[in-house]
């Protein structure tokens, strides 16, 4: 099975950089994506990543560390726009199914 | 370029009473996939197809149906609406690289309450 854990919130200020930590632990793993979900609208993709390492796309990277079931991203020069909910989710078994976390609800202050 | 689409976007049920969660996407994907988002809990599979004439089941599956007859179409059914079947539910898709992952597209979902 899978287990996929993150913080249920965040508070950040605008501008400020903001990190947000997931632990997982799974029975296969074929990689780990973080997806940004406003509220009442759908998930969107913001970045996949298979390899350890640091991944980088403008304001957001993401980091993973197999061995230690560990992934973060990394936002900087945040925006009021940011607030929203981060889903960590992680690709095993299978036929490309994912699980998610509960998600992290960050809101972003002046 | 539609992406994912669902039908309807908001659904309001009686106990007992039978529906279908449409979903399409016009992007030739290969995988769909339903999934169900309640507060606290996230999002939870229920079920998924890899392709026309394949479907299997996610982590949730009990009261659900679903079939694949075209790439396009994968409609989720309840036989039978349950109050515990009050939910946001996710249609997504992604096409399916050997050994690959892709990023799931999700429509904008369908908001189900079961009186």
């Known amino acids: 099975g899978q287990n996929i854990d993150q913080p249920t919130e965040m508070t950040a200020t605008e501008g400020a950089i903001v990190q947000i930590n997931c632990t997982y632990q799974?029975?296969?793993?074929?990689?780990l994506f973080w997806y940004q979900q406003h509220a009442g609208e759908a998930p969107t993709f913001l970045s996949y990543?298979?390899?350890?390492g640091l991944e980088e796309k403008g304001r957001f990277s993401s980091f993973l560390s197999r061995s230690k079931g560990y992934s973060y991203l990394l936002l900087k020069e945040l925006q009021m726009k940011d607030s929203a909910s981060y889903l960590c989710?992680?690709?095993?078994?299978?036929?490309?199914?994912?699980?998610f976390g509960t998600g992290t609800q960050l809101k972003v202050e002046l | 370029n539609a992406g994912v689409t669902q039908t309807p976007k908001f659904q309001v049920l009686k106990t007992g009473q039978s529906m279908t969660l449409q979903c399409a996407q016009d992007?030739?994907?290969?995988?769909m996939s339903w999934y169900r988002q309640d507060p606290g809990m996230g999002l939870r599979l229920i079920h998924y197809?890899?392709?026309?004439?394949?479907?299997d089941q996610g982590e949730v599956p009990n009261g659900y149906n679903v079939s694949r007859s075209t790439t396009e179409d994968f409609p989720l059914r309840l036989l039978s609406a349950a109050p515990s079947q009050t939910s946001v539910y996710f249609c997504?898709?992604?096409?399916?690289?050997?050994?690959?992952?892709?990023?799931?597209?999700f429509g904008d979902g369908t908001r189900l309450s079961i009186l």
């Open positions: 997504a898709s992604s096409p399916t690289g050997r050994g690959a992952n892709q990023p799931q597209h």
């Open positions: 799974t029975s296969g793993f074929n990689g």
């Open positions: 990543n298979v390899l350890d």
């Open positions: 989710a992680v690709s095993g078994g299978g036929g490309n199914k994912l699980t």
């Open positions: 992007m030739n994907h290969e995988y």
């Open positions: 197809s890899v392709g026309a004439g394949i479907t």
